[in-house]
């Protein structure tokens, strides 16, 4: 097989051939090959698919249509009524892709699927006259849960065959096992959907039959199954994060079941639990940034932040602020492959005063403290010693303590809440330095700095990654030593990292701990006090 980017161009009219296309490439990127033909073809298919939503323009189609389509081992087009009728020739793109695919080498891997229209009515692009006796694949009647009636599914399963086998190189002796393949998939799909389906008709049945007593009992119904919808939704985003976001047909039952939990939830005019919400935004918000449709996606992240929000302050649960968390997480995700550095910067300051709230609703959720530190001194890190400011200072002392106090109720955290809280002081302290505000304070950061990494690396509980972390301090420390004037404590400092790493030597880690030790060891073990990089 060639080496091109692309197995197959997606040539359609939108107007009445957007379903087929969709669906078309949703099924062929989701194509795996059965065991005993990975030998012949074990990737998946790269599908190019138009789905931007521009106007037909000669710039457009020579910048973004037509290197893709001379990237493309296949065209396939789907002929429908629209892709025929054209008023005006020199904008028939469809015409126009098959033309230049046509005088490619590859003119001869055109495969032509009947998306909507009479089966022997007109082709587009003359393929009638081009190739007399090209088959063409049936695939009128395709539809989301097409696989759920057997004689339909029967009948397209075999026509998606007919589709396959040439794109990925088999010859007839290889149909069998192939069909066997698309029939075991069609067993699993349907025993995936219908249990869902069960779970969720299970929920508005019984929603129904408690419709029919009185007010108080059928809103008892409704938020009973607002609860079970809730946690069939949770239970398919967890089956989601184990088999890939590329799964195609679980996204939408998610979907599906998202659209009931919506219903459920205006119904019965109750909050419903935050965590189920999230997932929901989410999914959607996915299906979005696939289409290109990103404010769209922006859109549904917010609202999965702000509902989140609000539902935590009106509950109070621990469950609920957990929630909010997850929901920040993920669009902060999005910021990362879309957004502005402005626009993470400021994700993060309104993450801290968020994070600041849950501190104080959720006080035993220590995982919160120790997200809250890492923000501190990111934007401390961020902001440099020359530009900070006295409220910096005072944030870092603040997150410092409120690290120290929950170390000290939390012993399977203690020793990752003492680092930071080692971290957060001397950062406080190089910066109170810089601004030359109050040396006795100062050096005060420094003592309690020292002494919360000597209880982190004496702790039994810590982890060897954890003895890594202080290590990674206790080098930091040793630079700020040295921008004190005192290379007495910088090289006892090094020492104390070094004896930090010792417990670690000869234990099995991971291949990036096992880097971040060598760095560390290297610049402990290092000449200058100046190497590496600032807390």
Request: charged residues 30%.
């Amino acid at each position: 097989m060639s080496d091109l980017p692309y197995d197959v161009f997606i040539s359609y009219r939108r107007s009445d051939g957007s379903k087929t296309a969709h669906w078309l490439r949703r099924e062929l990127q989701s194509f795996r090959a059965p065991r005993p033909l990975r030998q012949k073809f074990s990737r998946k298919l790269r599908v190019y698919l138009d789905v931007a939503f521009e106007k037909g323009t000669i710039d457009f189609y020579e910048h973004t249509i037509r290197p893709a389509l001379l990237a493309s081992r296949h065209l396939l087009v789907v002929a429908t009524p629209d892709a025929v009728v054209r008023d005006n020739a020199s904008q028939d793109w469809i015409k126009r892709e098959i033309d230049e695919f046509c005088a490619t080498s590859n003119a001869s891997n055109l495969l032509l699927v009947r998306g909507a229209g009479a089966f022997d009515g007109p082709l587009p692009g003359d393929l009638s006259k081009r190739f007399a006796n090209i088959e063409i694949v049936d695939l009128r009647d395709v539809s989301r849960f097409w696989f759920l009636n057997p004689l339909r599914a029967s009948r397209i399963a075999s026509e998606k065959v007919k589709l396959i086998a040439p794109i990925i190189g088999l010859d007839a002796s290889d149909m069998p096992v192939l069909r066997r393949e698309e029939e075991r998939r069609q067993q699993s799909r349907i025993a995936l959907t219908l249990g869902v389906l069960l779970g969720i008709f299970t929920a508005i049945s019984t929603l129904t039959v408690f419709a029919l007593n009185a007010r108080s009992r059928a809103t008892t119904a409704l938020e009973s199954s607002l609860s079970s919808t809730g946690s069939l939704i949770l239970s398919l985003g967890r089956m989601a994060d184990r088999t890939g976001a590329a799964n195609e047909e679980l996204s939408g039952l998610i979907g599906d079941a998202c659209d009931v939990f919506d219903k459920l939830r205006l119904e019965a005019n109750a909050d419903p639990r935050a965590r189920p919400l999230v997932v929901c935004y989410g999914q959607r918000a996915r299906d979005h940034e696939r289409l290109k449709e990103l404010p769209q996606a922006r859109e549904l992240l917010e609202a999965a932040v702000s509902q989140s929000n609000a539902i935590h302050q009106r509950s109070q649960q621990p469950d609920d602020a957990r929630s909010v968390i997850s929901a920040l997480g993920q669009l902060e995700g999005y910021l990362d492959r879309h957004g502005t550095a402005e626009e993470q910067k400021a994700l993060s300051l309104r993450e801290a005063g968020i994070l600041d709230r849950l501190i104080a609703d959720q006080p035993d959720e220590t995982a919160f403290v120790e997200f809250r530190a890492f923000l501190a001194a990111n934007a401390a890190e961020e902001t440099g010693a020359r530009q900070a400011t006295t409220e910096t200072i005072a944030t870092l002392d603040r997150v410092a303590d409120l690290s120290g106090r929950t170390a000290d109720k939390d012993y399977r955290r203690a020793a990752s809440l003492r680092i930071w809280q080692a971290r957060l002081l001397v950062l406080a302290a190089l910066y109170a330095k810089a601004k030359e505000i109050d040396e006795a304070a100062s050096a005060e950061r420094l003592q309690r700095a020292e002494a919360s990494l000597a209880a982190a690396v004496g702790d039994a509980e810590a982890k060897p990654e954890t003895k890594i972390d202080a290590a990674e301090a206790y080098a930091a420390f040793a630079d700020v030593f040295d921008d004190f004037g005192r290379p007495a404590d910088a090289e006892r400092m090094k020492a104390a990292g070094i004896s930090a790493l010792a417990p670690v030597q000869g234990v099995r880690l991971s291949e990036q701990d096992r880097a971040r030790a060598k760095t560390v060891s290297e610049r402990l073990a290092g000449a200058g006090g100046n190497a590496g990089t600032r807390p």
